[in-house]
């Protein structure tokens, strides 16, 4: 199974400031097709999670601009400007470049 | 509008089986993949098994011999059972609908609690 490791924010971040998340799988996540099979998503407190990113770097309906993914075939990052109190929550990345699909363990954002 | 919504018993004894249904309005199975990915209380997700459009599953490796997912395409649900509940199987179980390989729409949640 492939193996998402996800760092650590040196919380709490200012708003207005700029945070990103990293993320490394084991495995690269580029397919034939030459996308990049990665994922992102908050999780706010007490809800489900929202999808903010796929194939790497398109963001899914409705996501604000300030949320920006990049990366390579195995080190990501999530890019997050301007922090809002709304950002606040648990990222996790995801691979969904083979089965069985595989999570990060979070990272934790908060805003001061 | 695109709608996921999971039911089944929030308590379930231990070494028994788990049996939930996601109920789904705005898409077509026949068109959407769906998955279930759960949480344990204060901890990360876990994916657990998709079922594809075309009917495929893919399940996965830890739970793969307890885990089995199902649907009806005429009553627009999709079901997983566990079997040989453990009090670690506790969480939060969601429903999602895959876009492009992102769960883009998903489930409220189901909390589930193993114990006797």
């Known amino acids: 199974d492939i193996v998402m490791t996800q760092g650590v924010l040196p919380n709490p971040v200012p708003s207005g400031e700029s945070a990103s998340i990293t993320c490394r799988s084991s495995k690269s996540l580029v397919y034939k097709d030459g996308k990049t099979y990665l994922n992102w998503f908050l999780q706010r407190p007490g809800q489900s999670p929202q999808l903010l990113t796929y194939?790497?770097?398109t963001r899914a309906s409705g996501v604000s601009d300030r949320f920006s993914g990049s990366g390579s075939g195995t080190y990501f990052t999530l890019k997050i400007s301007r922090v809002r109190a709304e950002d606040a929550g648990v990222y996790y990345c995801q691979q969904v470049r083979e089965y069985p699909l595989t999570f990060g363990s979070g990272t934790k954002l908060e805003i001061k | 509008q695109v709608q996921l919504k999971e039911s089944g018993p929030g308590l379930v004894q231990p070494s028994q089986t788990l049996s939930l249904t996601c109920t789904v309005s705005?898409?077509?199975?026949?068109?959407?993949?769906v998955h279930w990915v759960r949480q344990p209380p204060g901890k990360g997700l876990e994916w657990m098994g998709r079922m594809r459009y075309n009917g495929d599953t893919s399940y996965n490796s830890a739970l793969k011999s307890r885990l089995s997912i199902s649907r009806d395409t005429s009553k627009n649900q999709v079901f997983l059972k566990m079997n040989s509940l453990q009090t670690d199987d506790t969480g939060t179980y969601y429903c999602?609908?895959?876009?492009?390989?992102?769960?883009?729409?998903w489930g409220q949640g189901v909390m589930v609690t193993v114990s006797s």
């Open positions: 705005g898409f077509s199975l026949t068109s959407y993949n």
């Open positions: 194939w790497m770097s």
């Open positions: 999602t609908r895959d876009r492009d390989g992102g769960s883009d729409y």
